[in-house]
């Protein structure tokens, strides 16, 4: 079975700090992992996806993680944060079973 | 419309009555998913179609859940006899392919139920 682990339910940072959001996955096979973000009021939509090609995987809006095996993890970073990027934001993983399994989600704060 | 349309946004119900909640996915999507977001927690994995077959329906969390997509598009999921526990967000996704794999979902902005 899969599953991932999001550490720190709220993470809060100043306008143009670094944002590091964290992610650990448990999985028996080479798994697949998503980051999606939800702001206020909107659906979830897909930041990035690694799907086993390279490690380092760059998204929307100057996000990007890398999937790093040794350490079962696919940490979210952006260099400098923007206002805008307030939001939930949710680390995902499946193993190809069409079923898309959830963290917990961490809850970005952005102060000027 | 252009993404997933889910009605109604929000729901009111009291204990024991029966509700449905409808997806409406994005057009040529054949995969369809069910979701449910409680306070506090992420999206928790109800229900799979291909189609108009449930592919996996092992998230369904009793009998009381059920869900159709009989035409292959729009979904309803189907709650009976309601309880305080189900109130939570009710989440719709779509996808061009199984899309849990290395495709997308597109999220609906979800149906709030409240059941009191």
């Known amino acids: 079975a899969q599953s991932v682990t999001q550490l720190g339910s709220h993470v809060s940072v100043s306008e143009g700090a670094l944002v590091l959001l964290r992610c650990n996955y448990s999985?028996?096979?080479?798994?697949?992992l998503f980051w999606y973000v939800q702001y206020p009021n909107q659906g979830l939509q897909l930041l990035l996806k690694?799907?086993?090609?390279?490690?380092l995987v760059k998204g929307i809006n100057g996000f990007e993680a890398e999937f790093k095996k040794s350490e079962t993890s696919f940490h979210l970073t952006k260099p400098s944060a923007h206002m805008s990027d307030a939001a939930e934001y949710f680390c995902?993983?499946?193993?190809?079973?069409?079923?898309?399994?959830f963290g917990t989600g961490t809850r970005l704060q952005v102060f000027p | 419309g252009a993404g997933v349309s889910q009605t109604p946004s929000n729901k009111v119900t009291e204990k024991g009555k029966y509700v449905e909640l409808r997806c409406d996915p994005i057009?040529?999507?054949?995969?369809l998913y069910w979701y449910r977001q409680s306070l506090g927690q992420g999206p928790e994995f109800l229900i799979y179609?291909?189609?108009?077959?449930?592919?996996?329906d092992s998230g369904l969390p009793n009998d009381r859940f059920f869900a159709v997509r009989p035409e292959g598009s729009v979904s309803t999921l189907k709650i009976q006899r309601t309880e305080r526990g189900d109130s939570a967000v009710y989440l719709c996704?779509?996808?061009?392919?199984?899309?849990?794999?290395?495709?997308?979902?597109?999220f609906g902005e979800g149906s709030r139920l409240t059941v009191l």
């Open positions: 690694y799907t086993s090609a390279a490690t």
């Open positions: 179609f291909q189609g108009t077959g449930a592919a996996d």
């Open positions: 996704a779509s996808s061009s392919t199984s899309g849990g794999g290395t495709g997308e979902l597109f």
């Open positions: 999985s028996s096979v080479p798994p697949y």
């Open positions: 057009s040529g999507h054949t995969a």
């Open positions: 995902a993983v499946t193993t190809n079973t069409d079923k898309l399994i």
